[in-house]
């Protein structure tokens, strides 16, 4: 147990379907982050939240859609994905953005398949 | 911009044996590297860092990497595995003084065979 706690685990959907992936953690970051992780390819930084303010977006399609209410929680909001789009997502969270010396802990991701 | 090449996407050991997985970095400024590991359907976790000091760095679960700016390496060493060590590694890189966002390569899945 990291700290940071991703629910579902688990999410099959249907191209046309809505769902949210939700990431808290109570380990007092101010910093949390989405990465995808598909198949054969690095890991790849999605977004970033320092202090509730997103500060970097990767070209992410708009499809995705993230929110940051607190410190505390991340949530995905997923709409109109494509099947290239299943992949395990991970959310991460830091003491601070931009500071490497603080160590970056990793929930244990949703697995998503788009079907 | 830096990137990672982990070269072995594979790597199958017998239990008790030693093990390296090579990672090679590019990057134009210093960096900060890192290795962390991800066992089956979990997360990542941190196994060792390297910041500055000392170019041997020790980790937890008797890891350790060395950091070679010459041949812009930074490879992970075992010298003996357990079979609970199975699982997928990755190197990663972030650049002192930029964003300081870390790179991550691709991975390399150990296996630990009895």
């Known amino acids: 147990e990291t700290g940071v706690t991703q629910t579902p685990r688990h999410l099959v959907m249907g191209m046309t379907n809505k769902k949210s992936l939700k990431c808290e953690q109570h380990?007092?970051?101010?910093?949390m982050y989405w990465y995808k992780q598909s198949a054969k390819k690095p890991l790849e930084l999605m977004f970033v939240?320092?202090?509730?303010?997103?500060?970097e977006n990767n070209s992410v399609p708009s499809r995705f859609s993230p929110e940051c209410p607190n410190s505390s929680h991340l949530f995905l909001h997923l709409h109109t994905l494509q099947p290239e789009d299943s992949a395990l997502y991970l959310c991460?969270?830091?003491?601070?953005?931009?500071?490497?010396?603080?160590?970056?802990?990793f929930g244990q991701g949703t697995r998503l398949t788009v079907v | 911009a830096q990137s990672v090449t982990q070269l072995d996407s594979q790597v199958p050991v017998f239990e008790e044996a030693p093990v390296e997985l090579r990672c090679n970095y590019s990057?134009?400024?210093?960096?900060?590297l890192f290795w962390y590991v991800q066992y089956p359907n979990q997360g990542l976790q941190l196994l060792l860092k390297?910041?500055?000091?000392?170019?041997l760095v020790k980790g937890i679960n008797g890891f350790e990497a060395e950091f070679n700016k010459s041949q812009t390496s930074f490879h992970l060493r075992k010298p003996s595995v357990h079979i609970s060590d199975t699982a997928e590694y990755f190197c990663?890189?972030?650049?002192?003084?930029?964003?300081?966002?870390?790179?991550f390569g691709k991975g390399t899945k150990l296996t630990v065979n009895p």
């Open positions: 991460a969270s830091s003491q601070d953005e931009g500071r490497v010396e603080t160590e970056a802990f």
């Open positions: 380990l007092g970051h101010n910093a």
């Open positions: 939240y320092n202090f509730k303010e997103q500060t």
């Open positions: 990057s134009s400024v210093s960096v900060y």
């Open positions: 390297y910041l500055s000091g000392s170019t």
């Open positions: 990663a890189v972030s650049e002192k003084g930029g964003s300081e966002k870390l790179v």
